[in-house]
């Protein structure tokens, strides 16, 4: 073993230049490889202290070695620790003494041997060994031949191995490290997991071959044609040519027979050690441009020949399209153009990770994720925050996702000091940030290339900035921390709050870049980023029951050209499922595995969660996110068109009436014509309609006329309920007949067949019988606090009294406190009325009251004044076992809140609890539903909940608060064989502009000073 692990100065040894020109095919188009991938011999050591020093060589006995699957990561095969941190680095990692850094500690620095044995076939080609990404760092022995090693987590490393095999059985051992000097640049937020954990393959190539290939295309100024352009490297190892021949063919994608065009090169002679470069240029008419739309692709082949006789060929497939950014002109923008139309993107922040693999993730996972996102109108993924494999990229071409590359670069932990200037750090950030731009540099679904992720500024940014455009020069550059404007093409922010968007939309001065680097920012005057685009890079936080505000995001973004839209934190909860010995599943984050240091469920932000399942924020995220607005004017049904290239009349249209939340007609249509960003109209026929005291809406959904990759035909792109009547809240008249016994205690109130306790003492409703027969399992009683959700409990502040101080947990304390202060029985029209007032903290007045009606149902009121913002105000109680069924009109069919409700539709439910809640991997708040009519609960011997004068918001959850806040996880949670039920007059929103803080805007507050009330009516079934 070598020391290269410990040495700063050294993260590349023998592995080849990248090139993007793919594996080499032979004359019947089937790739010359060999996959290595499958069971490999493996050993576990604690520490680098603990490898052999025989191993590598050839005759090294490794038959009490476990076996491994390759790829994967040791860790989630059960040996050593995962660990999730999101800003400090691992101890093994020395990250304090800074004197010190880079140092990585040898004790705690883990390594994974791996071995096995492969055979090369006879054939007279060079034989070269790739490896799909090592995690952290590898040395590798060929035939017990040190043949080199590689740092650079998610970038492939290659070697030619020629020289160190024999036709026959050869042996492969490969020395994994966990951590390495190249680990302080790989600081992301993730769990750090090691391994080989992408595809390893055997490539045989010709002894002169096609070593790289790049294309791009130049478009006319009205796109009706392009020119082909581009360059061809042909490296001669071992033999010449004397005849060489080079033949480029565009052709249709999947079709090469269908040839566009052809370009043929006599190259002549090549001379063994050499390497040649041929620049190609075509021109191509009638083209059909790739956009995220119309993902229209070509295939280009590139051919070498001696003569009539073949040597080699690669493909790749080709996009016609044009990234530019256009600075302000004519009142307009800045922009940045796709094919000269304004991008919005409508993107999202996805790791490349899985709960079950790690980042091994497979080629069939990737895809199915990339459907997902397709399916919820997702159109673009920054890859935070390194390079993934090359199908995603393929896979992204042919289905059209815009891609912002981004390079496998985060110091987060220390962004101050590295990389800044300092030529070492420079050296490593430049060479990671060149292999990427050189292997992915033809996919045209690559709009930018990204310098890296939360690494402070310096000098190594205008590095790799310069690298990266003298490779390619037809994407823009991205960097989120630059707030110089020498590095970036726009100017780049993560979790700028909503109420900054207007600021930056009209060019006004702002704090820039204040998230990370300074509490401040550097103060931003108009005319430095007046040609500057904007767009988040990381916004709408996702952590648990999350995303609120997101629909004022995007009305910003649509108001202002300036704003480019943003990419959502982020995909998927990187969660690590584990089955314990039990047999129960439990989805595991930081400090579950006694790794430390660690942020807890801090990895938990996902639309979706680990399994890919959706959170309740993705209905949100596609709805926000279609491409179509939809309104009612003067009797017509109004569409504008915000799609960049594709006309309405592809979609279909379905139009649903609802009355009284009830489908009672629907009808198929065709879209009329509306080209990209002009409106058009569909007369709704309704004009004279009347629906008395009904309340109609109807819902418009745009769908898809024909299968697509990612759904079938019928599939929902665009929708939206439009209300034609409103509801009439006011409740029949109920009868007298009630009355009241009363102790010192309690008060027995006697209406119809029922009969209700009222606790004195406690103003509770201890009890409710109808017919003898007992309704309640926990009391009903007023509620003002909520399990605590994420953003509540501000997960990024470590000290208690902070928490305390900025208002965590005050309601639930408040209630605690929650006293009797005056209780006042009485009779009115035959009808018992009991009024209470209440005291309690931060509330400045708080009366209810109950009417118990002779017809077995009861008035409930609340009114109150608070004094600090609340979390929630209204009523819970639970239902005796047994009552289930749960049957409502209001918002749904998915929880939603006041501040993330614009994809819920206003119709009747019925289902079981299950189904209205929803199973956060960490449990908190969930369920709720807004726009509540009427909520009916237990199919038989239940209860019914009617608004009086205004909606409620409710849920139903089949265990009781206090056991959803103290679940840490979701095993723990459990479920009870009763119902507990939760009426609010109103609950703040979830929040979600800053990483694990509210940030509520004021609309979702339930605000200090002002009055609030309920009223509904409880009836006993």
């Known amino acids: 073993m070598l020391n290269y692990w410990q040495n700063g100065k050294i993260y590349n040894v023998n592995s080849i230049p990248r090139y993007a020109s793919g594996f080499p095919l032979n004359e019947s188009d089937v790739y010359t490889v060999l996959s290595l991938n499958g069971k490999w011999r493996f050993k576990f050591c604690k520490s680098v202290n603990e490898v052999p020093a025989e191993f590598g060589r050839a005759d090294f006995d490794v038959s009490d070695f476990d076996y491994i699957d390759v790829p994967s990561e040791w860790q989630i095969k059960g040996y050593d620790t995962p660990i999730y941190s999101n800003v400090k680095y691992p101890y093994a990692i020395e990250a304090i003494m800074l004197p010190m850094v880079p140092h990585i500690h040898p004790d705690k620095n883990s390594v994974g041997l791996y071995s096995r044995e492969f055979v090369v076939d006879e054939g007279g080609e060079n034989v070269f060994l ?120 565009l052709s249709e994608y999947g079709n090469p027979a269908a040839v566009v065009c052809q370009q043929e090169i006599n190259l002549g002679e090549i001379t063994d050690g050499k390497t040649i470069i041929e620049n190609i240029d075509q021109k191509i008419d009638d083209i059909k441009l790739w956009s995220h739309e119309h993902p229209n692709l070509y295939q280009i082949r590139v051919e070498l020949r001696d003569g009539s006789c073949f040597i080699d060929r690669r493909c790749c497939s080709f996009g016609f399209r044009k990234i530019e950014i256009q600075p302000v002109k004519g009142g307009k923008g800045p922009f940045i153009l796709l094919n000269g139309k304004p991008l919005k993107f409508a993107g999202v922040n996805r790791h490349e990770f899985h709960p079950e693999h790690g980042h091994a993730v497979t080629a069939e996972l990737i895809e199915e994720d990339l459907k997902i996102c397709l399916r919820n109108n997702i159109t673009a993924i920054r890859t935070s925050h390194y390079p993934n494999q090359p199908i995603f990229y393929e896979l992204c071409d042919r289905y059209g996702i815009l891609v912002i590359c981004e390079n496998n670069l985060e110091t987060h932990g220390l962004s101050f000091m590295i990389p800044r200037g300092n030529k070492r750090w420079t050296e490593q950030c430049v060479y990671r940030m060149t292999n990427m731009v050189n292997t992915y540099k033809n996919h045209p679904c690559i709009v930018a290339w990204s310098l890296g992720n939360e690494s402070g500024r310096g000098k190594a940014f205008i590095k790799m900035r310069e690298a990266a455009l003298a490779i390619d020069d037809t994407r823009f550059i991205h960097y989120e921390a630059d707030t110089t404007g020498w590095v970036s093409d726009v100017m780049s922010e993560m979790y700028a709050n909503c109420d900054k968007m207007p600021l930056i939309g009209e060019n006004k001065p702002v704090m820039h870049g204040s998230y990370i680097y300074n509490p401040i920012g550097v103060r931003y005057k108009p005319e430095k980023y007046k040609n500057l685009p904007f767009m988040q890079c990381e916004y709408a936080h996702c952590m648990g029951n999350s995303l609120g505000n997101f629909s004022d995001y995007w009305d910003n973004f649509k108001k202002y050209d300036r704003l480019a839209g943003g990419f959502i934190w982020d995909y998927a909860d990187q969660a690590i499922k584990y089955v314990n010995k039990e047999g129960v599943t439990e989805w595991r984050y930081g400090g579950d595995f006694g790794d430390k240091p660690n942020n807890g469920n801090f990895a938990f932000n996902g639309i979706l969660r680990g399994d890919r399942s959706p959170n309740p924020a993705l209905y949100e995220v596609r709805k926000q996110h279609q491409q179509v607005d939809i309104a009612l004017i003067d009797g017509k049904i109004a569409f504008y068109n915000r799609y960049m290239f594709t006309n309405l009349n592809e979609f279909g249209l379905k139009l649903q009436l609802y009355v009284n939340g009830s489908e009672v007609d629907s009808v198929d249509m065709e879209m009329p014509d509306v080209a990209p960003g002009k409106i058009g109209y569909v007369d709704l026929a309704l004009k004279n309609a009347s629906f008395g005291s009904d309340e109609a809406s109807v819902i418009v959904n745009i769908v898809t006329k024909e299968d697509k990759v990612f759904a079938a035909a019928g599939h929902v792109v665009a929708y939206e309920q439009i209300a034609l009547s409103s509801y009439d809240f006011r409740l029949p008249e109920t009868k007298g007949g009630s009355y009241f016994e009363e102790t010192d205690i309690e008060i027995d109130v006697h209406f119809g067949d029922s009969l209700a306790i009222v606790d004195k003492r406690t103003g509770e409703i201890i009890s409710i019988s109808k017919a003898g027969s007992e309704k309640l399992k926990e009391h009903f009683r007023p509620l003002f606090y909520r399990a605590t959700i994420d953003n509540d409990r501000l997960p990024q502040v470590d000290i208690p009294i902070a928490k305390w101080y900025m208002g965590v947990d005050k309601f639930y304390r408040a209630q605690k406190h929650l006293r009797v202060k005056r209780l006042n029985v009485f009779t009115d029209d035959g009808k018992v009325s009991v009024a209470i007032d209440w005291r309690m903290p931060h509330v400045k007045e708080l009366r209810t009251l109950y009417r118990f009606n002779g017809d077995s149902t009861v008035d409930v009121e609340m009114s109150l004044i608070p004094r600090a913002e609340m979390e929630r105000y209204g009523f819970t109680f639970a239902l005796r076992d047994g009552v289930d069924g749960v049957e409502f009109y209001g918002k749904g069919p998915f929880e939603n809140y006041c501040d993330r409700a614009t994809a819920a539709l206003l119709k009747k439910y019925s289902g079981t609890a299950e189904e209205f809640l929803h199973d956060y991997l960490y449990p908190q708040e969930n369920g709720n539903h807004t726009e509540v009519r009427w909520l009916k609960v237990g199919k038989e011997n239940g209860v019914e909940i009617h608004a009086s004068e205004k909606p409620f918001e409710m849920s139903v959850h089949p265990y009781t608060l206090e056991m959803l806040r103290k679940a840490k996880h979701l095993h723990e949670l459990g479920s009870l064989d009763y119902l507990t039920v939760n009426i609010d007059g109103a609950q703040r929103g979830v929040g979600g502009d800053t990483p694990g803080i509210a940030m509520l805007k004021p609309q979702y507050k339930i605000r200090p000073g002002k009055p609030q009330s309920l009223k509904f009516r409880l009836i006993l079934k």
């Open 130 to 249: 790739h490896f799909g990404g090592i995690n952290s760092a590898a040395e590798i022995y060929v035939n017990g031949n040190f043949v080199g090693y590689s740092e650079d987590t998610f970038d492939f490393q290659e070697y030619d191995i020629t020289k160190y095999v024999r036709y026959g059985e050869n042996r492969l051992d490969v020395i994994v490290f966990r951590y390495t000097t190249g680990s302080y640049l790989e600081d992301q937020d993730m769990w750090r997991l090691s391994g080989i954990f992408r595809d390893v393959t055997l490539i045989y190539k010709p002894k002169v071959e096609i070593s790289d290939m790049y294309f791009k295309s130049e478009l006319s100024d009205n796109f009706d044609f392009a020119y082909l352009k581009g360059n061809v490297s042909i490296s001669a190892k071992g033999q010449g040519l004397r005849h060489a021949k080079l033949i480029v063919t």
